[in-house]
Structures are given as structure tokens and as C-alpha cells.
């Protein structure tokens, strides 16, 4: 972040307070927040879950949304594809289709991952938020 | 308790240990900002052939769920190179100077809840070069994804390494403890 020349402030086109905007308006589209600023119900210290009807249908929403201006990569891996979001501080939102036990159970249980470097924000910096089936 | 150990696997060691004397060239990525982060891969350039240092999440247990630690690697070959030539991601710092020892940046994590331990995990997180007037570390930016950075410095005293343990809050009974240590690549 800097000035331009008329004094005001220039903002790169993906500059991490996007991705809190982002986070703040889902929260209020039926995906509310947890007292620690986790989306989804606390299942362990660096993961949430969320039970969905169409678990991947709801995990590329989730990553379009959060990742919405960020610089978007994708690869393949051994375990499906990855696509990143990343903005001008390496904050990020990660989308992984495939999960371990998703493949051994051969069920749909994507994860969206968000690692948050901006400071003093009231989101956790890191966690990952496991979308599933009631029963899978 | 799950105890997990992510180690660079000895393919990479020995990749690492035939840098030694080699003369540095130049580090990049295919698009890598001047901030000198790259998602999945980074490559380097030296007078005896080139490598990629790859970050490729794995799957692992925690607490009973599934939790990913990008796994370092490192392959012969940089396929990036002219991509990243005509992108800006080609930074030819330290050029010329020589290879002089290499180093594992290996942190081990360990959690524990009312003075148990629920798990620790030992993962490699990071690469430095020691060159003869400089010293380039590649690592990760965090555990669990695929970024990596680099980071430069006069020597390897200087070089500053992000540690993590900002990225966990500890609520009351939890106790998470990071610690690192660096391992020179051991010898044949």
C-alpha cells in the first residue's frame, strides 16, 4: 500500500483487507462465525467443519468468495487438484477437493483452507474448515 | 499421541549434498513477486545444473482429522526458468559466488491439552544455502500450504526466519511449543 500522486491512498488490486471483507460478508450469507472467528464448528485446534447437502458445490463457493481478488494458482498433486488465492501479504485461501480420508472413504469431504497474515484482525490465523455430508 | 516425522527423503539429500562447490547462479519462480514468495515451487540455478525445491501438501492425523504439511522435495531440472525470466520472478542475487555447505531448517511441534500430550509433529521446513559471501534460505511459510519464500542475507546469522508460532492461539489447558533447530546435510 502506498500514495499516488493526487495524496490518496493506491491499494493493490489484492491487498489483504479483501480477504476480511470477504470473510465479513459470508459470515452474514447463513455461514455465521464462531466466538473465535471460525466458520463451521470446532473439531480440533487447526480444524472446523461444516455439514453441508453438496459438500464440493459449497467448498468452491466458500474459495470463490474468500479468495474473491486474490491471485488465483492452481496445480496438480497427487491427491487432485489445488488452487490457491493469494494476496499481497501471502494471506491465502486454499481449495482442496480431495481430502486423505475422502479418498479412502471414497466420499466428498473437501476442505478450504485459510491462512491470515494480516495483524491484528479477530480471525484465526490459520485453520482448515472440512466440508461433509451429514453421516460421512 | 500421533507423532509424525516429514523429513526431505534422501533422493533430495543427496541432491542438496552435489551442490556443494558448485557456483550459485540465480533463485526464482515462475511468477515470483520482488516480496520473493512463491506457491509449490522454486527453483534454483547453479553452474552444474539447475533444481527445483517443490512444497506438495501430504495428509496427516491429528486429533483424529486429517491435517496437511507441505512436504519439501527436491528434484533435478528447473522448468521455470525462461517463464520466469520473462515474468520478473528471476533474482540472480549471490551470483557467482560459491556453494559452501547446506542446511535443513527442521522445527518440531508439539501440543498438549491439561499437560498431555495430544501430538507432535517434526517436519523439514526449510533449506539454506550457505554461499561463501551470503546465505539464501527457501522454506515454507507455515506448515500446512504450499507457499514457500526466500529469504537472503549476508550470512546466515542475519538471515531473518519467519517463526510460526504467531499462527496458534492457545486457548486455557492448550499449550503449543514450536521449536527449530538446523541440521547440516549429512555426508554420504
Not at chain 1, 466466538?35 to 463451521?40: D, H, K, N, P
Not at chain 2, 515462475?30 to 495428509?59: C, K, Y
Given at each position: 500500500?502506498?500514495?499516488?500522486?493526487?495524496?490518496?491512498?493506491?491499494i493493490?488490486?489484492?491487498?489483504p483487507?479483501?480477504?476480511?471483507?470477504?470473510?465479513?460478508?459470508?459470515?452474514?450469507?447463513g455461514?455465521?462465525?464462531?466466538?473465535?472467528?471460525?466458520?463451521?464448528?470446532?473439531t480440533?485446534?487447526?480444524?472446523?467443519?461444516?455439514?453441508?447437502?453438496?459438500?464440493?458445490?459449497?467448498?468452491?463457493?466458500f474459495?470463490?468468495?474468500?479468495?474473491?481478488?486474490?491471485?488465483s494458482?492452481?496445480?496438480?498433486?497427487?491427491?487432485?487438484t489445488?488452487?490457491?488465492?493469494?494476496?499481497?501479504d501471502d494471506?491465502?485461501?486454499v481449495?482442496?477437493?480431495?481430502?486423505k480420508?475422502?479418498a479412502?472413504?471414497?466420499?466428498?469431504n473437501?476442505?478450504?483452507?485459510?491462512?491470515?497474515?494480516?495483524?491484528?484482525?479477530?480471525?484465526p490465523?490459520?485453520?482448515k474448515l472440512?466440508?461433509?455430508k451429514?453421516?460421512? | 499421541m500421533?507423532k509424525?516425522?516429514?523429513t526431505?527423503?534422501d533422493?533430495?539429500?543427496?541432491?542438496l549434498?552435489?551442490l556443494?562447490?558448485?557456483?550459485?547462479?540465480?533463485?526464482?519462480?515462475?511468477?515470483?513477486p520482488?516480496?520473493l514468495?512463491?506457491?509449490?515451487?522454486v527453483?534454483i540455478?547453479?553452474?552444474?545444473?539447475?533444481?527445483t525445491?517443490?512444497?506438495?501438501a501430504?495428509?496427516?492425523?491429528?486429533?483424529?482429522?486429517?491435517v496437511?504439511y507441505?512436504e519439501l522435495?527436491?528434484?533435478h531440472?528447473?522448468?521455470?526458468v525462461?517463464?520466469?525470466?520473462?515474468?520478473?520472478?528471476?533474482?540472480?542475487l549471490?551470483?557467482?559466488?560459491?556453494?559452501?555447505?547446506?542446511?535443513?531448517?527442521?522445527?518440531?511441534i508439539?501440543?498438549?491439552?491439561?499437560?498431555?500430550?495430544?501430538?507432535?509433529?517434526?517436519?523439514?521446513?526449510g533449506?539454506?544455502?550457505?554461499?561463501n559471501h551470503s546465505?539464501?534460505?527457501?522454506m515454507?511459510?507455515g506448515?500446512?500450504?504450499?507457499?514457500l519464500?526466500?529469504?537472503?542475507?549476508?550470512s546466515?546469522?542475519?538471515?531473518t526466519?519467519?517463526?510460526f508460532s504467531?499462527r496458534?492461539?492457545?486457548?486455557?489447558?492448550?499449550?503449543?511449543?514450536?521449536?527449530r533447530?538446523?541440521?547440516?546435510?549429512?555426508?554420504?
Amino acid at each position: 500500500m502506498g500514495l499516488t500522486k493526487d495524496g490518496s491512498l493506491k491499494i493493490p488490486p489484492n491487498d489483504p483487507t479483501f480477504l476480511i471483507a470477504n470473510t465479513k460478508a459470508l459470515s452474514t450469507e447463513g455461514y455465521p462465525l464462531d466466538a473465535e472467528g471460525r466458520f463451521g464448528t470446532r473439531t480440533s485446534k487447526a480444524a472446523s467443519e461444516l455439514i453441508v447437502d453438496d459438500p464440493i458445490k459449497v467448498a468452491e463457493a466458500f474459495y470463490r468468495k474468500l479468495g474473491q481478488r486474490g491471485v488465483s494458482e492452481e496445480i496438480e498433486t497427487k491427491y487432485g487438484t489445488i488452487e490457491m488465492a493469494v494476496f499481497s501479504d501471502d494471506s491465502r485461501v486454499v481449495l482442496r477437493r480431495n481430502t486423505k480420508s475422502s479418498a479412502q472413504r471414497g466420499t466428498d469431504n473437501p476442505a478450504v483452507e485459510l491462512q491470515v497474515r494480516l495483524a491484528g484482525t479477530e480471525f484465526p490465523r490459520n485453520y482448515k474448515l472440512h466440508f461433509r455430508k451429514e453421516g460421512e | 499421541m500421533d507423532k509424525n516425522v516429514i523429513t526431505l527423503p534422501d533422493e533430495s539429500l543427496a541432491i542438496l549434498r552435489s551442490l556443494v562447490g558448485s557456483t550459485w547462479q540465480a533463485f526464482g519462480g515462475r511468477n515470483m513477486p520482488p516480496r520473493l514468495s512463491q506457491p509449490f515451487a522454486v527453483f534454483i540455478t547453479t553452474d552444474e545444473g539447475d533444481i527445483t525445491i517443490h512444497s506438495e501438501a501430504g495428509w496427516y492425523r491429528e486429533e483424529n482429522e486429517d491435517v496437511t504439511y507441505a512436504e519439501l522435495t527436491v528434484a533435478h531440472g528447473a522448468s521455470d526458468v525462461a517463464r520466469s525470466k520473462a515474468n520478473g520472478g528471476w533474482y540472480p542475487l549471490s551470483r557467482g559466488e560459491k556453494i559452501v555447505d547446506v542446511t535443513i531448517i527442521r522445527d518440531t511441534i508439539t501440543y498438549d491439552v491439561d499437560d498431555t500430550r495430544l501430538w507432535s509433529t517434526t517436519i523439514d521446513i526449510g533449506i539454506i544455502f550457505i554461499l561463501n559471501h551470503s546465505a539464501i534460505a527457501i522454506m515454507g511459510d507455515g506448515y500446512s500450504d504450499e507457499m514457500l519464500i526466500v529469504r537472503h542475507a549476508k550470512s546466515i546469522e542475519n538471515l531473518t526466519l519467519p517463526s510460526f508460532s504467531d499462527r496458534y492461539h492457545d486457548r486455557l489447558g492448550e499449550k503449543t511449543v514450536i521449536s527449530r533447530t538446523f541440521v547440516p546435510v549429512p555426508p554420504k
